[in-house]
């Protein structure tokens, strides 16, 4: 059993301690720069990209029945993400499990996958992975579901938004 007065002494100590040059504190705030920033300027001259409107032109060979069996439009944003609204014909694999999941979702290495995440930065990412697994005509959605949205191309929207269902609950 650990003893009151030590347990004080570890938090007189830690509090007077202070912090390493290098350490930054917490901030929930998105920065522009930084690392990540960084990441995703080497990796995106290797990843291809397709627009908002080579991608519609593809979903528009057929409005009834969607894009042809070899384009997959897989969704990698979060969860919540997804529930609010997505682009047709989308599938939601989310990114934390892609590399696991994608064999099950698109099993031919030849097939054309596009990939989009809330402004194209996730999907990039994602993107480079897939290469890297052997996908070969592997796309980045430039400007992601944002840049859909501004082009003011169809959505599907859930009846209700997520933090609307959260508010009901």
Not at 106 to 124: E, T
């Amino acid at each position: 059993m650990i003893s009151t007065g030590l347990v004080s002494a570890v938090r007189r100590t830690a509090l007077r301690m202070p912090l390493a040059s290098h350490a930054m504190p917490f901030s929930m705030t998105a920065t522009p720069l930084g690392r990540f920033a960084d990441h995703i300027k080497t990796l995106q001259p290797n990843v291809k990209e397709m627009t908002v409107s080579e991608l519609d032109k593809r979903l528009c060979v057929d409005h009834i029945h969607g894009p042809p069996a070899n384009l997959h439009i897989l969704d990698v944003r979060e969860t919540y993400e997804w529930n609010e609204d997505h682009i047709p014909f989308a599938h939601y694999t989310g990114r934390g499990n892609l590399e696991r999941d994608i064999e099950g979702v698109v099993p031919d290495l030849y097939d054309d996958v596009v990939l989009y995440c809330a402004g194209g930065m996730r999907s990039i990412i994602a993107a480079d992975s897939l290469q890297k697994m052997g996908y070969c005509n592997v796309y980045s959605l430039t400007g992601g579901i944002a840049a859909w949205k501004k082009a003011s191309l169809p959505i599907v929207s859930n009846f209700k938004t997520f933090s609307e269902q959260v508010k009901d609950y």
